[in-house]
C-alpha cells in the first residue's frame, strides 16, 4: 500500500517543491520553487509553525496573560516574553 501526502507551500500554496536538505535533527526541509522560500511539514517545537507569533498577539490583546497564552499555545512563556520584548523594542 503507497501512502501519498500532497505538500504544499505554507507561503503561497503552490505544490512545486523539491527536497531541500535535512535539519540537524533530520527533518526533511523543502523549498519551493515559486516563491523561494525553505519550510518543514512538521516542526517538534509549536512556535515554529508560521502565524504563531500572531497567535501570540491576538491573545495579548484579548487580555490573556503570558502563561495562559503560552498555555492555550503549548509553548513555552520566555518565547512569549521575548516576542513582546522584541516588538516593544521595534516600535
Known amino acids: 500500500m503507497i501512502h501519498k501526502k500532497d505538500i504544499c507551500c ?3 500554496n503552490c505544490n512545486n ?3 531541500n536538505g535535512h535539519r540537524p535533527n533530520g527533518d526533511q526541509r523543502w523549498r519551493c520553487k515559486q516563491c523561494k522560500k525553505s519550510f518543514q511539514v512538521e516542526y517538534r517545537y509549536n512556535a515554529n509553525y508560521p502565524g ?4 501570540i498577539e491576538n491573545q495579548i ?3 490573556s ?3 495562559d497564552t503560552a498555555r ?3 509553548i513555552n512563556p520566555n518565547t512569549v ?3 513582546l520584548k522584541k516588538k516593544s ?3
Open 10 to 12: 505554507p507561503n503561497c
Open 17 to 19: 517543491i523539491v527536497k
Open 52 to 55: 504563531i507569533f500572531q497567535k
Open 61 to 63: 490583546l484579548n487580555s
Open 65 to 67: 496573560g503570558v502563561r
Open 72 to 74: 492555550i499555545l503549548q
Open 81 to 83: 516574553v521575548n516576542h
Open 89 to 91: 523594542q521595534n516600535q
